[in-house]
Every structure is written in structure tokens, then in C-alpha cells.
């Protein structure tokens, strides 16, 4: 499974990767205004710099919502930097750009999915990575665990190539439970990674050992 960090923060962006373990980033307009990247020029320049410095799978997300500004900003996205994946949300119009990227061998990544039918529109239409946002469905009281198994169900029985990103992820316990149910990629902030680090008995071994290597060497 790959690790994408979700952030359109720099310094997150860096920590990330100095992690050892990560495969790519995404972001979306929220996470870019999160980050005060403001006008056109500015937004463009700030997925090239994080382009350039992860230099694999960067989803950058279209803002137009018609089918022809979708080929426009996704065509010019695309031509920014090879890492671009260009992020497109899951309307008719997005599903129509999607096969139409596809057909141009620009990779894409349909964004805002919640449902099976939805996930398979997409992988009919070539997406290249799919993301089910599953913290949203928990805070639905919606299992959003069980949408991936479903989605990794039905891609393998009907051998559909479309990775599956688990998005939306809320804790270090949900990227252990997709990775247990079968995603290709998850999407999580920086705090859920750091947290699989975590377990006190491994701090607790170290120090022991680390106390029994001094008073040896005494
Ligand atoms: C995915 O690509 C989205 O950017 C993201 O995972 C959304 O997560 P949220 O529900 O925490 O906003």
C-alpha cells in the first residue's frame, strides 16, 4: 500500500518525506486556501514547488465544474510537472473529463466518491486513482471502511486497474484497517502517519536496553 500525505503544506510536506515512506501528496482547495495560496499564478507555482520536491503522484484539483473548463485547467495542470495526477470530482462532467484525460494519457484521481456506483463510473471511465473519503462517512455514522472492501470487491472481480485511495483518513487505526481490507493507496495527514510509529512498549523496551548498554559499559 502507498502512503500519500494530505496536505498542501510545505513544512508537513518535507517532514513527510523525511519519514522515509511516502509516495505522494494530495490536496484539494480547501487544504490550498488552508495555506493561503491565493490567484492563479500563485496556485500553480505552489503545486510545481511540491511537484519538484516530492517528484511522484501530486494530485492537483480542477476548480471548474463544466466538462470543456475541465480539459482546460486539467490539460494545463498536467503540463506543469509529470508528477501531476489531475484531481476531478465526481459529476457527470468530472466522469466525462475523466475518460477523455484517460484517452490523452493524463492520469487523474476522482475525488469526493461515496458510494460503489460511483467508484465504478469512475474506473469505467479510466480514472487512474479513485478516493472514497471515508472519514466524512463515519461522521455520517456511515462505515466508510466497508465502502473500500466493497470498492476493492468489485475492482477485483471485475479486474478494473483504478487504484483505490482511501481519503479522508482520521487516524493511524483507519490506515491499518485499509491496508487490512485491501486499498492501494491511503491519503492521510502527517499526525495520522507519525501515529503508527507509536507504541510504548517499544519506547519502554529501548530504554531498558539502553540502561543495561550504559551500566555494562560503565
Ligand atoms: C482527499 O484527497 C481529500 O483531500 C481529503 O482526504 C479530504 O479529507 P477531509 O475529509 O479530512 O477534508
Known amino acids: 500500500m ?46 510545481l514547488n511540491i511537484a519538484k520536491m516530492v517528484g511522484q503522484n501530486v494530485s492537483a484539483e480542477v ?15 498536467a503540463a506543469l510537472h509529470p508528477a501531476i495526477v489531475v484531481k476531478v470530482p465526481m459529476t457527470r462532467d468530472g466522469i466525462r473529463a ?66 483505490i485511495l482511501a481519503a479522508s483518513i482520521r487516524s493511524s487505526l483507519h490506515i491499518v484497517r485499509c491496508a487490512e481490507v485491501g486499498a492501494d493507496v491511503v491519503t492521510c495527514p502527517l499526525s495520522a502517519m507519525e501515529g503508527l510509529f507509536y507504541h510504548p512498549l517499544t519506547d519502554k523496551g529501548l530504554a531498558q536496553f539502553l540502561e543495561d548498554h550504559a551500566r555494562n559499559n560503565a
Open 2 to 47: 502507498e502512503f500519500f500525505v494530505d496536505t498542501a503544506n510545505l513544512d508537513q510536506i518535507r517532514k513527510a518525506m523525511d519519514l522515509g515512506v511516502l509516495d505522494g501528496v494530495t490536496t484539494n482547495p480547501s487544504l490550498m486556501a488552508k495555506e493561503g495560496i491565493r490567484g492563479n499564478d500563485a496556485v500553480m507555482e505552489h503545486y
Open 98 to 163: 475523466i475518460h477523455t484525460f484517460h484517452s490523452e494519457g493524463i492520469r487523474t484521481n476522482c475525488t469526493l466518491v461515496f458510494s460503489a456506483g460511483q467508484a465504478l463510473l469512475a474506473a469505467k471511465a479510466g480514472a487512474t486513482y479513485l478516493s472514497p473519503f471515508i472519514g466524512r462517512l463515519d461522521d455520517l455514522n456511515m462505515d466508510g471502511l466497508e465502502l473500500i472492501a466493497q470498492i476493492v470487491q468489485i475492482y477485483r472481480t471485475q479486474g478494473f486497474t483504478t487504484k
Open 63 to 77: 476548480i471548474a465544474t463544466d466538462y470543456e473548463g475541465m480539459i482546460r485547467e486539467g490539460q494545463v495542470l
